[in-house]
């Protein structure tokens, strides 16, 4: 049997995971998958429709380290009424806007609370 990849569960991380979490359910519309600890979790994860998010925090001392950021490049459906509902949300700067690119794609990026890039896109 050939094996099947299916899924990406990217981990960014966060300094602060209470904090992104409330970023990820409240801002952008994700739902709690999981968490190691329901008070104050160090390692948990958010969904929305079909991918899934992972949080995992580092200390102070990582993030003076220079921890490369992630850009995460989304595929959605839709992208005018997911950039109306964060833009309504004021998830992302004025700036943010929706654009066409020269390779084909109608889409807009911002970033998280920890500086790990988000880009929504939609394939012309």
């Known amino acids: 049997m050939q094996p099947i990849l299916h899924q990406i569960h990217p981990i960014l991380p966060v300094l602060n995971v209470v904090e992104a979490l409330s ?3 409240n801002k952008l519309g994700f ?3 999981f968490a190691d600890d329901s008070k104050n979790p160090t390692y948990a994860g ?3 429709d079909h991918i899934e998010i992972h949080l995992r925090k580092h200390n102070t001392k990582e993030w003076e380290l220079t921890i490369e950021r992630l850009m995460l490049r989304i595929v959605t459906q839709h992208i005018e ?3 109306q509902e964060y833009n309504f949300k004021n ?3 004025k700036e943010t806007k929706l654009k066409e690119t020269d ?3 109608r ?3 911002f970033y998280d609370p920890y500086k790990n890039g988000l880009t929504f896109y939609q394939n012309l």
Do not use: D, Q, S
Request: net charge positive; hydrophobic share 50%; no cysteine.
């Open 23 to 25: 970023f990820y359910v």
């Open 31 to 33: 739902k709690i998958a």
């Open 46 to 48: 958010v969904r929305r």
């Open 81 to 83: 009424h997911l950039y």
């Open 91 to 93: 998830v992302f700067p």
């Open 103 to 105: 390779w084909g794609t």
């Open 107 to 109: 889409e807009f990026t």
